[in-house]
């Protein structure tokens, strides 16, 4: 990874109505920083991930087919999207950490903010589907095979906590691996509830009931999904991560040694899990001379601080004050 790069451009005069001069430090960390610790773990929860549901996905529509049940139809085909979402974001994680090279010259972090968007829509379309699916079944019911439903179910149940518990705690900062945890730990609760169906249709022989917990189910989908494709549109869009606080960052940045003012504050994702800051600030040289403290010292210490508000990769620009 190559090193964070500085530039101080200090002492540029330049030509202003009202003659002032403005000195100029540029700080960039170029660092190709990826917030998450552990890419290896990453890949590796991706990959069990994956296998682990497509075994599921098979097991479960052959079963709901089979024996009757669109609730256990519903939640696989909830799997099914959670192995087509599980490959994006495998593959957008991947791709988000190759360096930066020609055209594409911030990287292809962008990539997870896409998949992230990709799998949110798969999530509601699957949604969408089993509401529907469900209504023309309680319209009209269908015999169900409660026993062989149940067991499908249970094993959705524990194969989906285990591939979220995969991902550890990384996904809490990484939007894309926070989608896929998502699909994950939603599938999880839709199998209990597909459990407790057959288990009470088993008992009553309510066939409806099975259509009815269809609908509740593609409504907990919809629901999940639209939490996601709301930050996944709003990171498409440059929208500070939600993790980062605004006025915290801007009162930070004002209250270094010799700062006056914050302006032109700019925050933004580079990824799921980078983000970047651009802001002009306004300093006072004596007061910044009677903290014995260099420019380059005090880009330094902004750089580390807002490292510590999840912030590693940042443009400052700093210009003298026009009062004397």
Same mark, same amino acid.
């Given at each position: 990874?190559?090193?964070?790069?500085?530039?101080?451009?200090?002492?540029?005069?330049?030509?202003?109505?009202?003659?002032?001069?403005?000195?100029?430090?540029?700080?960039? /960390?170029?660092?190709?920083?990826?917030?998450?610790?552990?890419?290896?773990?990453?890949?590796?929860?991706?990959?069990?991930?994956?296998?682990?549901?497509?075994?599921?996905?098979?097991?479960?529509?052959?079963?709901?087919?089979?024996?009757?049940?669109?609730?256990?139809? @519903?939640?696989?085909?909830?799997?099914?999207?959670?192995?087509?979402?599980?490959?994006? /974001?495998? @593959?957008?994680?991947?791709?988000?950490?190759?360096?930066?090279? /020609?055209?594409?010259?911030? @990287?292809?972090?962008?990539?997870?903010?896409?998949?992230?968007?990709?799998?949110?829509?798969?999530?509601?379309?699957?949604?969408?589907?089993?509401?529907?699916?469900?209504?023309?079944?309680?319209?009209?019911?269908?015999?169900?095979?409660?026993?062989?439903?149940?067991?499908?179910?249970?094993? /959705?149940?524990?194969?989906?906590?285990?591939?979220?518990?995969?991902?550890?705690?990384?996904?809490?900062?990484?939007?894309?691996?926070?989608?896929?945890?998502?699909?994950?730990?939603?599938?999880?609760?839709?199998?209990?509830?597909?459990?407790?169906?057959?288990?009470?249709?088993?008992?009553?022989?309510?066939?409806?009931?099975?259509?009815?917990?269809?609908?509740?189910?593609?409504?907990?989908?919809?629901?999940?999904?639209?939490?996601?494709?709301?930050?996944?549109?709003?990171?498409?869009?440059?929208?500070?991560?939600?993790?980062?606080?605004?006025?915290?960052?801007?009162?930070?940045?004002?209250?270094?040694?010799?700062?006056?003012?914050?302006?032109?504050?700019?925050?933004?994702?580079?990824?799921?899990?980078?983000?970047?800051?651009?802001?002009?600030?306004?300093?006072?040289?004596?007061?910044?001379?009677?903290?014995?403290?260099?420019?380059?010292?005090?880009?330094?210490?902004?750089?580390?601080?807002?490292?510590?508000?999840?912030?590693?990769?940042?443009?400052?620009?700093?210009?003298?004050?026009?009062?004397?």
């Amino acid at each position: 990874m190559p090193p964070p790069q500085r530039h101080d451009d200090a002492h540029h005069a330049h030509g202003h109505a009202h003659d002032h001069a403005h000195d100029h430090g540029h700080e960039h /960390g170029h660092g190709h920083q990826h917030d998450s610790d552990s890419p290896g773990r990453a890949a590796a929860a991706f990959r069990w991930s994956i296998a682990l549901n497509s075994g599921l996905t098979a097991l479960q529509l052959a079963i709901g087919f089979g024996f009757g049940s669109l609730a256990l139809i @519903g939640d696989a085909l909830h799997n099914l999207g959670d192995v087509v979402g599980l490959v994006l /974001g495998w @593959g957008a994680d991947q791709l988000s950490r190759r360096p930066a090279g /020609g055209r594409f010259t911030f @990287g292809y972090g962008r990539s997870t903010q896409i998949a992230s968007l990709v799998n949110g829509l798969l999530i509601f379309s699957a949604g969408v589907v089993v509401v529907v699916e469900a209504i023309q079944r309680l319209l009209h019911p269908v015999p169900l095979i409660a026993g062989p439903v149940a067991w499908a179910a249970a094993a /959705g149940i524990a194969i989906n906590l285990l591939s979220a518990r995969l991902f550890g705690h990384d996904h809490h900062h990484d939007l894309n691996q926070r989608a896929a945890v998502l699909h994950l730990l939603t599938d999880a609760a839709v199998s209990v509830a597909v459990l407790v169906s057959a288990i009470v249709v088993g008992a009553t022989g309510w066939l409806w009931l099975d259509a009815l917990t269809a609908i509740g189910v593609g409504a907990a989908v919809i629901g999940s999904a639209l939490g996601l494709l709301r930050e996944a549109i709003a990171l498409n869009l440059d929208a500070a991560p939600r993790h980062v606080d605004l006025a915290q960052v801007e009162v930070m940045l004002a209250s270094l040694p010799g700062v006056e003012s914050v302006e032109d504050l700019h925050v933004w994702g580079l990824s799921t899990s980078r983000t970047a800051l651009m802001a002009h600030v306004v300093i006072d040289p004596a007061r910044l001379a009677g903290e014995d403290l260099s420019r380059d010292q005090l880009l330094a210490r902004a750089r580390a601080r807002l490292a510590e508000l999840g912030i590693r990769k940042s443009t400052l620009q700093l210009e003298e004050s026009h009062r004397h």
